[in-house]
């Protein structure tokens, strides 16, 4: 939805006028609060029609400048709120293929782990060991759901607020600055615009975005190993098949090395998880905080009075 700027403008216009019938109501009657006080009003009435007039200029040299700040990943083709857009729709399909795997090789995981072998003269649970790495793979999952909710929050409201903030927050912020009374509120929504489209993709995008390739092939070799895959149901009652099974899965001379292999993609899938948990959460909240100090300030400067303070009336 974009906010028409004849609006903006005609109020500006009408601030222009309104603060020279204050100027000459306050020569007229001695006043010079209300004298100085449309002096004020007309300082900001001429700054709010020049950001009236250039906002077609502000709109594209915003949106060229954060083209050029927008990093060096896949997603280079348009603004940087656009880019920073399509980079946490990628890593929001990625994490959900990574969460896929790791789901598969917990199943995997966890259910050699349970197989107790029951012969004549005695039991064994040659792979009991496994409930540990079991439980950090259960952990890793729950992460990874986490994560992939966080993205995919992340990916709504850019949504949401990347359309709007040149286009609606701006002209809105430009609207209420006219006004004395919601003049800061004005400021802020401006600060904001200029603060969300900028700042706080250039600061994202500063982070090493997350290469999750290696573990995903770690992973697929892993969970695709034909050495590895379950037992039949119809095997399960023979303990000599499993058995056999399983010192297949362990034979080193023939290259399978089922517990090296699961701790290789355990580490992996850790390297990973990190790697997004940085990206998703630890980026984005520094961004945030860095260009809600920003906004501070650009609000301070946008609405706060010039020379004269309206409280002198």
């Given at each position: 939805m974009a906010l028409d700027l004849t609006i903006a403008?005609?109020?500006?216009?009408?601030?222009i006028v309104l603060s020279g019938i204050l100027i000459g109501l306050g020569r007229a009657?001695?006043?010079?609060?209300?004298?100085?006080?449309?002096r004020e009003e007309l300082i900001q009435a001429i700054i709010n029609a020049a950001l009236v007039g250039a906002y077609a200029t502000i709109t594209l040299t915003a949106t060229q400048i954060s083209a050029e700040i927008s990093g060096d990943g896949l997603c280079t083709g348009g603004s940087a709120?656009?880019?920073?857009?399509?980079?946490?729709?990628?890593?929001?399909?990625?994490?959900y293929s990574l969460l896929t795997a790791?789901?598969?090789?917990?199943?995997?995981?966890?259910?050699?782990?349970?197989i107790v072998l029951d012969f004549s003269t005695f039991s064994i649970q040659p792979l009991a060991h496994l409930s540990s790495v079991s439980m950090m793979l259960e952990a890793q999952v729950l992460t990874l759901q986490q994560l992939l909710l966080f993205s995919e929050i992340h990916v709504q409201l850019l949504s949401f607020f990347g359309p709007q903030l040149l286009t609606f927050f701006f002209p809105l912020g430009l609207v209420f600055r006219a006004f004395f009374s919601t003049r800061r509120l004005g400021g802020f929504l401006i600060a904001l615009?200029?603060?969300?489209?900028l700042l706080y993709p250039s600061m994202v995008m500063v982070f090493p975005q997350p290469d999750l390739n290696e573990t995903e092939v770690s992973l697929a070799q892993m969970n695709n190993n034909t050495?590895?895959?379950?037992?039949?149901?119809?095997?399960l009652n023979d303990n000599y098949a499993i058995a056999g099974k399983m010192d297949n899965m362990t034979n080193l001379t023939a290259g399978n090395d089922f517990t090296g292999d699961l701790?290789?993609?355990?580490?992996?899938l850790t390297y990973a998880t990190s790697s997004l948990a940085i990206f998703i959460i630890l980026a984005p909240l520094f961004s945030f905080?860095?260009?809600?100090?920003?906004?501070?300030?650009?609000t301070d400067i946008f609405g706060g009075e010039f020379f004269y303070s309206v409280g002198m009336l």
């Open positions: 403008g005609t109020i500006v216009a009408l601030s009657l001695g006043s010079h609060k209300v004298e100085y006080f449309g709120i656009e880019n920073l857009l399509c980079t946490y729709e990628g890593v929001s399909g990625s994490t790791a789901v598969d090789l917990h199943s995997m995981a966890a259910y050699y782990q349970s615009s200029f603060g969300l489209y050495n590895y895959t379950t037992t039949p149901i119809l095997d701790t290789n993609s355990v580490q992996h905080i860095v260009t809600l100090i920003f906004i501070k300030e650009v």
